[in-house]
């Protein structure tokens, strides 16, 4: 089938799902907010309000926390063997590749991305990482430690870690929301989960097929509603665990903060302003669209987006053109035409915050060379733009903007020593990307810089199995791999005298 066929496979039962009215999933039951508030959805290619789903609040916390609580404590989850939590992932795997089309419609309407993107990507590519994840139950265990050998029997072991709360962005919402819970149930560990409130409806739909799938009730809970209530009142719940954020850096420190009350573990995935150097004996070819889809896909709002980048002066004339003509031939519009290459951004405070960086970035003395505002009047369209002539002061040069701008940053001498400087002046780290036919300079440089992914000669990676985190204000932890399960444990030491 191609890409209008499998719209077309989409639209009428995301249509039947958007127009109902939603609710929250607790403790096996859907359920509207004790406040009986709601919030607003709006599809962002238009503007429109599309659905309205529950403002939970803390009451609805409490509630979705107790549940979790229950299902961990008394439940069988925890205790159930691997085979047969994993059984119950992959069967969540297959009902997700099911209705792949009709969730990628869902996601487009109410974040933007384009169907292409959704289905091709984090979506269509979704089942696979829940069946990878699912392939940890049951196989996270400890050491012998032979230390005090003779004296002593010394084991480890890795334990659930209990109640985990999830917090998710509305970037990537399904795709996130998927990683999340899978690898904290392959664990072991019971779920409280809040969608972001510009993007909660693919998450809504997840529930419903966790509850086909056939978990028990109280091991996956989904309580939607703002960040600054519900979110706040997860972070900081007493009686949760865990928690494990995907947002921007500045909710993370205050996540961060929520949770010292009750110590809880926290793993942050924060923002990046990455970069992305480009040497002179780079395969242009390849390097040229990589570099500008880096930034470009989803509409900018990636967090591994490659939005400084450094280019060797011998092909900086050819770089920016050829980066500024990927950016004019990019078509915007509505995700649900395939015709079109890129969708709105999310909201409309996300357009102003992006306008409000073009804009700066102009006022500080900066050459936009392609784009540099808003398409249309109708939706939030940004378009793809580009910026020459700045300098590592600039806000555009060191803030994450998380929209489709790219700032070309003066690259200086194209020693290792100078590259690494430039690379890692910066606050974030959470990816770098460098583009070189020398393997030495690539492996050596990937060695100085400072971030948790350094891609050579790609634009990125999409295995599940691959670890995914940040350095310095990017993060703190692990997701993906086999340590993005283990952030949901706890570690236990017997010593056993002999
Ligand atoms: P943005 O600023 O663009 O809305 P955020 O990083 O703040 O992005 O949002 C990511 C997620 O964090 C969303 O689910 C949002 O509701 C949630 N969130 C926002 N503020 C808080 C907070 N203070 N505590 C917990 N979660 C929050």
């Known amino acids: 089938m191609d890409l209008a066929q499998l719209i077309e496979a989409g639209r009428a039962p995301a249509a039947e799902f958007i127009a109902r009215s939603h609710r929250m999933l607790i403790d096996g039951l859907w359920v509207e907010a004790a406040s009986g508030e709601t919030i607003e959805v709006r599809d962002p290619a238009t503007g429109e309000i599309i659905a309205h789903v529950p403002a939970g609040g803390e009451a609805d916390i409490d509630r ?23 059984k119950l992932i992959w069967k969540l795997a297959d009902l997700i590749e099911r209705e792949a089309n009709a969730l990628s419609v869902i996601e487009t309407t109410d974040m933007g991305v384009t169907f292409r993107a959704a289905r091709l990507g984090a979506i269509g590519t979704s089942p696979d990482v829940a069946r990878y994840l699912s392939g940890w139950a049951g196989r996270l265990y400890g050491d012998t430690i032979p230390a005090t050998a003779g004296e002593w029997h010394v084991y480890t072991l890795r334990e659930p870690c209990g109640v985990v709360g999830q917090i998710i962005p509305w970037n990537v919402p399904f795709g996130m929301a998927v990683q999340k819970v899978c690898a904290a149930l392959a664990a072991g560990c019971t779920v409280v989960m809040k969608p972001a409130e510009q993007t909660p409806l693919s998450t809504l739909r997840l ?6 799938a056939g978990f028990p009730k109280g091991v996956v809970n989904i309580v939607t509603g ?9 972070a900081a719940h007493p009686d949760v665990d865990k928690v494990t954020f995907t947002g921007s850096t500045a909710t993370g420190k205050s996540i961060l903060a929520a949770s010292v009350g009750s110590l809880k573990r926290v793993t942050l995935e924060l923002g990046g302003k990455s970069p992305v150097i480009i040497l002179d004996d780079a395969d242009l070819d390849a390097a040229i669209p990589g570099a500008a889809m880096s930034v470009f896909s989803n509409s900018g709002q990636v967090c591994v987006a490659g939005s400084r980048l450094f280019v060797h ?6 770089v920016v053109a050829g980066i500024a003509d990927v950016a004019a031939k990019l078509k915007l519009g509505s995700g649900l035409d395939p015709a079109n290459d890129l969708g709105p951004v999310v909201s409309d405070v996300q357009l102003n915050r992006v306008l409000g960086y073009i804009e700066a970035g102009r006022r500080d ?4 060379v392609q784009g540099g505002g808003r398409i249309g009047s109708q939706g939030y369209f940004v378009a793809p733009t580009l910026f020459v002539n700045t300098d590592r002061e600039m806000s555009i ?7 489709p701008v790219i700032s070309v940053l003066p690259m200086g001498d194209d020693s290792l020593e100078n590259l690494a400087r430039q690379a890692n002046d910066t606050e974030y780290g959470l990816a770098a990307t460098i583009w070189t036919r020398d393997v030495k300079v690539a492996h050596k440089l990937a060695g100085k810089i400072k971030a948790g992914s350094i891609r050579i000669n790609s634009g990125g990676n999409v295995d599940p199995a691959v670890p995914f985190g940040g350095y310095k204000q990017s993060g703190i932890g692990r ?3 086999k340590e993005g399960v283990e952030i949901y444990t706890e570690l236990k030491t017997v010593v056993v005298q002999l």
């Open 64 to 86: 979705a926390v107790a549940a979790a609580r229950r299902a961990f404590e008394e439940g069988p989850w925890p205790a159930l063997k691997g085979p047969e939590r994993a």
């Open 207 to 212: 529930g419903e097929l966790i509850e086909e």
């Open 226 to 234: 703002y960040g600054k209530a519900a979110g706040a009142a997860l």
């Open 313 to 318: 002066p011998k092909v900086l004339d050819k």
């Open 365 to 368: 003395g900066a050459e936009v």
């Open 397 to 403: 040069a060191r803030e994450e903007i998380f929209g």
């Open 479 to 481: 997701e993906r791999g």
